[in-house]
């Protein structure tokens, strides 16, 4: 082939603040703290961290290996290393189905990432300022209702991904994370700076961290495990592709320890953030986009330097969604790179024009095309739940279950650099309490 290298991380460094603005999205900005609140606070943070390091850590570290052993696109790879280990090339339809999720997700992420960039700008112009719960309602289902400004927010989104992925794995991807990755640091430290001096902060962390062990119950435990799958990007060919640009000399336990402690790190920040906000200004819990989307701008529309402080948490929104979305396409970019005679600049634009276009159905279903469902769900919703219920989790367990049982276990204790007790533990989690707790969590959501 007459294409450059396969590209490489320039450092670790770059990589975890990759992986981690992959991981880092609205899954925590905005899922993850209201499901603590909603769940028994730290009776549920205590389930959801079992489930972070005993399933998801596996499977995290097996997609980046998986990764790293190919070095290619998620097909390719999972063909590749399946036929080196004398097993059936038939593997390569984890990839596939990686690659499809990928890009399915990314055709609706788009339209809430043109969400956020709407209420960036609304924070400039002062849409929100005194305006009441019905007011913000109304801009709401304004918005959902008008489906020019939708496709408007939604196509500036892609475009901004689309330039960001074509440039590269160096230049593009990491170029974007460097900046946005502290500047969501910096822009959730300040929020959470704000929340300590409301005099609600102290309400917020017992929301947040007592225990109430009442509430826990099977289906919280399954919420918990859903997440904790949801929060860290598996099953979607995302780390498949992102390990597939790392160096042999990177530990992969080691580093996704770090991803998943700055993953629940900043959900645990973005309910410090947010929580005290809605007990000072006495409002409503709500589930659903709403909290994000109506409550909240209520009261940075009511309440002094709310204006900034609006605009800073949308800015942060922006760029969770950004650095999301383009760990989404990059997988379909690196496909198409690979797969066809496309280089890499035209694969990213061809793979994100055609999730901008399904992207454009999704919208139409919040209005004109309100009426079409498939299954009693809208375009939107379908999406939706066709990637989170069945083709992330199958996927995650693919690649899971062929790496533990069809690998060369001598080879994958190697790699990972583990001792005789590492290894009976990791064979344990990744043959059995991995495969067994995505199972459950598939049929119990069914
Ligand atoms: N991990 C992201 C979050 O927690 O918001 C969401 C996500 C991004 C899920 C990309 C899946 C994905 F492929
Ligand atoms: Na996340």
Same mark, same amino acid.
């Given at each position: /082939?007459?294409?450059?290298?396969?590209?490489?991380?320039?450092?670790?460094?770059?990589?975890?603040?990759?992986?981690?603005?992959?991981?880092?999205?609205?899954?925590?900005?905005?899922?993850? +703290?209201?499901?603590?609140?909603?769940?028994?606070?730290?009776?549920?943070?205590?389930?959801?961290?079992?489930? #972070?390091?005993?399933?998801?850590?596996?499977?995290?570290?097996?997609?980046?290996?998986?990764?790293?052993?190919?070095? %290619?696109?998620?097909?390719?790879?999972?063909?590749?290393?399946?036929? %080196?280990?004398?097993?059936?090339?038939?593997?390569?339809?984890?990839?596939?189905?990686?690659?499809?999720?990928?890009?399915? #997700?990314? %055709?609706?992420?788009?339209?809430?990432?043109?969400?956020?960039?709407?209420?960036?700008?609304?924070?400039?112009?002062?849409?929100?300022?005194?305006?009441?719960? *019905?007011?913000?309602?109304?801009?709401?289902?304004?918005?959902?209702?008008?489906? !020019?400004?939708?496709?408007?927010?939604?196509?500036?989104?892609?475009?901004?991904?689309?330039? $960001?992925?074509?440039?590269?794995?160096?230049?593009?991807?990491?170029?974007?994370?460097?900046?946005?990755? +502290?500047?969501?640091?910096?822009?959730?430290?300040?929020?959470?700076?704000?929340?300590?001096?409301?005099?609600?902060?102290?309400?917020?962390?017992?929301?947040?961290?007592?225990?109430?062990?009442?509430?826990?119950?099977? *289906?919280?435990?399954?919420? @918990?495990?859903?997440?904790?799958?949801?929060?860290?990007?598996?099953?979607?060919? #995302?780390?498949?592709?992102?390990?597939?640009?790392?160096?042999?000399?990177?530990?992969?336990?080691?580093?996704?320890?770090?991803?998943?402690? /700055?993953?629940?790190? $900043?959900?645990?920040?973005?309910?410090?953030?947010?929580?005290? $906000?809605?007990?000072?200004?006495?409002?409503?819990?709500?589930?659903?986009?709403?909290?994000?989307?109506?409550?909240?701008?209520?009261?940075?529309?009511?309440?002094?330097?709310?204006?900034?402080?609006?605009?800073?948490?949308?800015?942060?929104?922006?760029?969770?969604?950004?650095?999301?979305?383009?760990?989404?396409?990059?997988?379909?970019?690196?496909?198409?790179?690979?797969?066809? +005679?496309?280089?890499? @600049?035209?694969?990213?634009?061809?793979?994100?024009?055609?999730?901008?276009?399904?992207?454009?159905?999704?919208?139409? %279903?919040?209005?004109?095309?309100?009426?079409?469902?498939?299954?009693?769900?809208? #375009?939107?919703?379908?999406?939706?739940?066709?990637?989170?219920?069945?083709?992330? +989790?199958?996927?995650?367990?693919? @690649?899971?279950?062929?790496?533990?049982?069809?690998?060369?276990?001598?080879?994958?204790?190697?790699?990972?650099?583990?001792?005789?007790? !590492?290894?009976?533990?990791?064979?344990?989690?990744?043959?059995?309490?991995?495969?067994?707790?995505?199972?459950?969590?598939?049929?119990?959501?069914?």
């Amino acid at each position: /082939m007459s294409k450059a290298n396969h590209a490489q991380w320039s450092s670790r460094f770059s990589f975890i603040l990759a992986a981690t603005g992959s991981a880092v999205g609205l899954g925590n900005i905005w899922k993850f +703290p209201y499901m603590v609140g909603q769940s028994g606070g730290a009776a549920f943070v205590l389930v959801y961290l079992l489930c #972070i390091f005993l399933i998801g850590l596996p499977i995290l570290v097996t997609e980046w290996m998986l990764g790293r052993r190919g070095q %290619s696109n998620p097909v390719t790879t999972m063909s590749k290393v399946a036929h %080196s280990a004398g097993r059936t090339r038939a593997w390569a339809l984890v990839g596939v189905s990686g690659v499809l999720g990928a890009f399915l #997700i990314l %055709s609706f992420y788009s339209v809430i990432g043109g969400w956020s960039l709407y209420y960036t700008l609304g924070s400039v112009t002062g849409d929100f300022s005194g305006q009441t719960a *019905e007011g913000i309602g109304s801009l709401f289902e304004g918005m959902l209702g008008n489906p !020019g400004l939708l496709l408007m927010w939604h196509s500036v989104f892609m475009l901004v991904v689309i330039l $960001i992925v074509a440039r590269g794995v160096t230049k593009g991807l990491e170029g974007a994370v460097n900046i946005m990755m +502290p500047a969501l640091a910096v822009l959730l430290l300040v929020l959470v700076g704000y929340g300590m001096t409301t005099g609600h902060f102290g309400e917020a962390v017992t929301y947040l961290f007592s225990p109430d062990w009442s509430k826990l119950t099977g *289906e919280t435990v399954l919420a @918990a495990l859903g997440h904790a799958f949801f929060t860290l990007s598996l099953g979607m060919g #995302i780390m498949l592709a992102y390990g597939s640009y790392l160096g042999k000399e990177v530990n992969l336990i080691k580093t996704a320890r770090t991803v998943v402690i /700055m993953d629940t790190v $900043i959900a645990l920040g973005a309910g410090l953030a947010i929580f005290p $906000i809605v007990f000072a200004n006495q409002l409503d819990l709500a589930s659903g986009p709403s909290l994000i989307f109506v409550t909240l701008p209520v009261a940075f529309g009511n309440m002094t330097g709310g204006a900034i402080l609006g605009l800073m948490f949308f800015v942060l929104l922006t760029f969770a969604a950004l650095t999301s979305a383009i760990s989404l396409l990059e997988p379909v970019t690196e496909f198409l790179e690979e797969r066809t +005679p496309l280089s890499r @600049a035209p694969s990213a634009i061809v793979a994100g024009l055609a999730a901008w276009l399904l992207g454009v159905a999704a919208l139409l %279903s919040f209005n004109l095309w309100s009426g079409v469902t498939f299954f009693d769900l809208g #375009i939107f919703d379908l999406l939706d739940k066709l990637t989170s219920k069945f083709m992330l +989790p199958l996927t995650g367990l693919g @690649a899971v279950v062929f790496a533990a049982w069809f690998l060369s276990k001598e080879e994958v204790r190697a790699e990972l650099e583990l001792g005789d007790t !590492g290894f009976g533990l990791w064979t344990l989690l990744t043959r059995f309490v991995a495969p067994i707790g995505v199972l459950v969590v598939f049929f119990a959501s069914l």
